[in-house]
């Protein structure tokens, strides 16, 4: 009886057929899971360190970009100083009227040096006057700068002239018009 046994086709082809295709087909996706699951991890560990890196590099960048901001607003001097002049006058006790120059001081200076020494500087002044027919009468005019040092030491001097800039007398009426009833409007064109 054990001939029969080992003799069935149905024994035979188990043994040597479907268990050794299966082993192999077995072994075969145990590699693929192993090889897919490596993959995986290794694919995750990728983007971790990726993710790391990039974390590591925006931090460098924005360290940077704030340290050459915190030097820039540091060590770079101001483009633009701009200051208040308010001019002034003696009045005379013999008559009525000025009896000097306007004149102001500008202190450009306070407890840190405004000015880097060495730098050329441009100085512009802003004047502006009432349009009354006196000032108009008056025309040109000069404006003198004086330029000193600390303790009042003189260091230069500048002259120009100067007059109130001309309008005409349309646009004269407009401002005078808008400027009466207290509204803002667009310059019409004058064609």
Wanted: with cysteine; hydrophobic share 40%.
């Amino acid at each position: 009886m054990d001939l029969l046994v080992y003799l069935n086709p149905f024994r035979i082809l188990k043994d040597f057929v479907r268990i050794p295709i299966e082993a192999f087909f077995g072994r075969q996706y145990l590699d693929y899971k192993k090889k897919t699951n490596q993959g995986i991890n290794s694919v995750k560990e990728l983007l971790l360190r990726a993710g790391v890196v990039l974390v590591f590099l925006s931090a460098i960048l924005w360290i940077s970009i704030f340290m050459y901001v915190i030097f820039y607003y540091i060590y770079m001097p101001n483009v633009t100083h701009i200051r208040p002049v308010h001019l002034q006058f003696k009045p005379c006790e013999e008559q009525i009227g000025v009896c000097s120059f306007p004149s102001a001081h500008v202190q450009l200076t306070r407890r840190t040096s405004l000015l880097m020494s060495g730098q050329p500087y441009r100085i512009k002044l802003i004047l502006e006057m009432p349009e009354t027919q006196t000032n108009k009468d008056l025309g040109m005019f000069m404006v003198c700068a004086q330029l000193r040092a600390k303790g009042g030491v003189f260091v230069s001097s500048s002259c120009r002239s100067a007059m109130i800039r001309h309008r005409s007398g349309r646009l004269m009426q407009y401002h005078d018009h808008t400027e009466d009833r207290g509204q803002v409007k667009a310059i019409p064109r004058f064609v």
